[in-house]
Structures are given as C-alpha cells and as structure tokens.
C-alpha cells in the first residue's frame, strides 16, 4: 500500500520568514495529494491540493510543487504569520472513480515566532 | 450550509464495551471516510462508504464496522474496545467519487477508553 513520509517534523520560524515542508510517496498511482492544517484540537482544514497533471499551484502565500518522477511534493508558506502556527498534513491517494482512500504523513508541528 | 458535522463530542468507554459514532456529511456530499487520529500522529484511513457500500477498508480489524444510510450519514460501530482505540475518530465526506475526491473533515469525535 502506499507510504507517506514527512519532513521535518517540527520547524520553526521568524514571522515573515518562508517555510518549507516536504513529503515522499510510494505508489505511482496515486494521482491527488493534499494539504491539511490542524489547530490544536480541531479539524483537519484543506488548504491546498494539487493533482498529478499539474506541477505547482499557488493560493496567495501557499504553494504546492509536486515532482511525479520523483515521488515527491512539497507545501510552501512565504511571509509566514504567527496565525500560521499549526500541525501541517500531507496526504496522498489514488482516486480510481469508485474509491479513494487518503494516506496521511505524519505531520510538521510549524511555530511561527514574533 | 452545514459542514460536516459529528457525535458525540466526547465519549468515555470501559474496555470490552462498544460505541457508536455518528457523521452527518456536508449538503451534496455522497461519500463518507472514517479515520483514526492518534495522539501526535496523522490520521489513518478505517474504511469509506458510497452508496451504502463499504467502498474500501484499510488496516483496521472486524472489531470496527460501519454503515451508510440511505440520506449518506453513517455510523462507526467499535466492539470490544481496547485501550489503544482511544483517540479522536474523524469522518470526512467527499463529493461523488465520479465528481471528485477533495474530502472534507467533520470536528471528530474524541474516544477515551478506560
């Protein structure tokens, strides 16, 4: 089945600084990959997704790249601000039409400082 | 418009009993995944519904079962709780698998077994 690692698992920054979160998978099926943000004792949030006929995506300060040849995709935050401060998920999966199960990372504790 | 929404809150159970969480899924969601969120790591896929069918099933034993409703809600059922269950159950609901896949998560519900 498909594994998800990533890196690191806790990073620290200056407000205004960039942060980089990086995650490898598996299976070379899978074809969707996500990215969560958790508040200590909420919900996984969506914050980006990018698909695997696409190379980057941006929303404001967020940013997605995802190498397929590598196996590997990465989450970018630029002026980072203290409301940034949270657990940050990626997750893989393959979505076959009839099925599609998502396979989580670990997590990246971000603490962004003043 | 109504998220994603999850009961109970909280729930405290004694080993060896059994628990029923429930999961309303966002308006025009038709697809319902069941995750296990340990302390401190990334949620793990337990099984997904669509059409009142399980669609899918990752590593989790015959103690954990589910069910769809025909209005999409859905029930996870745990029997025989163990003490390693505890943790915050997350149900995610997603549009119709031909649509799309983006999954949307509920607030949880947290499981402490005693």
């Known amino acids: 089945g498909e594994n998800v690692e990533q890196h690191p698992s806790t990073l620290s920054v200056q407000e205004g600084d960039s942060a980089v979160i990086k995650c490898t998978y598996s299976?070379?099926?899978?074809?969707?990959f996500p990215w969560y943000k958790q508040e200590l004792g909420k919900r996984p949030q969506l914050i980006i997704d990018?698909?695997?006929?696409?190379g980057e995506k941006k929303d404001q300060r967020i940013a997605v790249t995802l190498n397929k040849t590598a196996k590997h995709f990465s989450l970018h935050i630029t002026e980072t601000q203290p409301e940034d401060s949270a657990v940050y998920f990626c997750?893989?999966?393959?979505?076959?039409?009839?099925?599609?199960?998502?396979?989580f990372g670990t997590g990246t504790r971000l603490q962004v400082t003043l | 418009d109504a998220g994603v929404t999850q009961s109970p809150t909280h729930l405290i159970k004694t080993r060896g009993q059994q628990v029923t969480l429930r999961c309303s899924p966002k308006?025009?969601?038709?697809?319902v995944s069941w995750y296990q969120q340990a302390l401190g790591q990334g949620p793990q896929f337990i099984f997904q519904?669509?059409?009142?069918?399980?669609?899918q099933r990752g590593n989790f034993p015959d103690r954990f079962s589910g069910h769809q409703f025909p209005n999409y809600s859905s029930e996870l059922n745990v029997n025989a709780l163990l003490l390693g269950d505890s943790a915050l159950y997350l149900c995610?609901?997603?549009?119709?698998?031909?649509?799309?896949?983006?999954?949307?998560f509920g607030p949880g519900t947290r499981l402490t077994v005693l």
């Open positions: 995610a609901s997603s549009e119709p698998l031909a649509v799309g896949d983006t999954q949307y």
């Open positions: 299976d070379s099926a899978s074809n969707y």
């Open positions: 990018i698909r695997s006929n696409v």
């Open positions: 997750a893989a999966s393959e979505h076959t039409g009839t099925a599609s199960k998502l396979t």
């Open positions: 308006s025009g969601h038709d697809t």
């Open positions: 519904y669509y059409e009142e069918e399980e669609r």
